[in-house]
């Protein structure tokens, strides 16, 4: 069965540092789709990113970037230059291709604290 | 703004009753998915519907009970109600029922059980 494992539970930085959040995930699948969600303090869920398990490229946008590399089953994503607005819960989420239920799998989530 | 509707936003009953909530997907979107986050158990998969048709269950009580109705809104039915079903119950939807497909989730209704 599929598993997402977030093991930093909270992370809190000072604004304007670097910050990775780490995603470790298990599947026995050899398609499957990798994502990341934001939920700020306001409780909703916004979808960040998607990536399939046949591209390994990283991918940035602004000052968010992803590093997936399947060799340690992991899909981190890392904020530069932290603001206070960052601050929320992130879940990393995986969905298999051939797993009969394409609902989400996620990770705990990672709390993120940038304090000003 | 995800464009995904839920309804109501919270809701207090008590232990015993039944609850319906309420989704409207996104236009365009066929495929609806139910979510419950609660603390001890995270986010977790409940049922996802397809064009009006159930595609998949995930970790949902027999309790709860889920449909899509033709103009595709869904509805999830909670009955006997107990306190550990208190939590926040997430409605997402996508276009198609592939599992490549992003899901973008609504803002939730809090359930509180008393």
């Known amino acids: 069965a599929q598993k997402v494992t977030q093991a930093q539970t909270e992370i809190s930085v000072v604004e304007k540092e670097d910050v990775t959040l780490d995603c470790v995930y298990e599947t026995r699948d050899t398609t499957y789709y990798l994502f990341w969600y934001k939920q700020p303090p306001s409780g909703e869920l916004v979808f960040l990113i998607r990536r399939n398990s046949f591209d390994e490229q990283n991918e940035i946008s602004g000052r968010y970037s992803w590093n997936f590399q399947k060799s340690t089953s992991s899909f981190n994503f890392t904020i530069t230059a932290s603001q206070v607005v960052d601050s929320a819960v992130y879940f990393c989420?995986?969905?298999?291709?051939?797993?009969?239920?394409?609902?989400?799998?996620f990770g705990k989530g990672t709390h993120l604290i940038i304090q000003p | 703004d995800s464009g995904v509707t839920q309804t109501p936003k919270h809701l207090i009953t008590a232990t015993g009753q039944r609850v319906t909530l309420r989704c409207s997907p996104r236009?365009?979107?066929?495929?609806v998915y139910w979510y419950q986050q609660s603390l001890d158990q995270g986010l977790q998969f409940l049922i996802q519907y397809y064009n009006g048709e159930e595609r998949a269950k995930g970790n949902i009580l027999e309790r709860f009970s889920a449909q899509q109705f033709p103009d595709l809104h869904s509805e999830l039915n909670l009955s006997s109600l107990e306190l550990g079903d208190s939590a926040l119950y997430f409605c997402?939807?996508?276009?198609?029922?592939?599992?490549?497909?992003?899901?973008?989730f609504g803002d939730g209704t809090r359930l509180s059980i008393l």
């Open positions: 236009s365009g979107d066929l495929s």
């Open positions: 997402a939807s996508s276009v198609e029922s592939h599992s490549d497909q992003p899901q973008h």
């Open positions: 989420a995986l969905s298999e291709a051939g797993g009969g239920a394409d609902g989400l799998t």
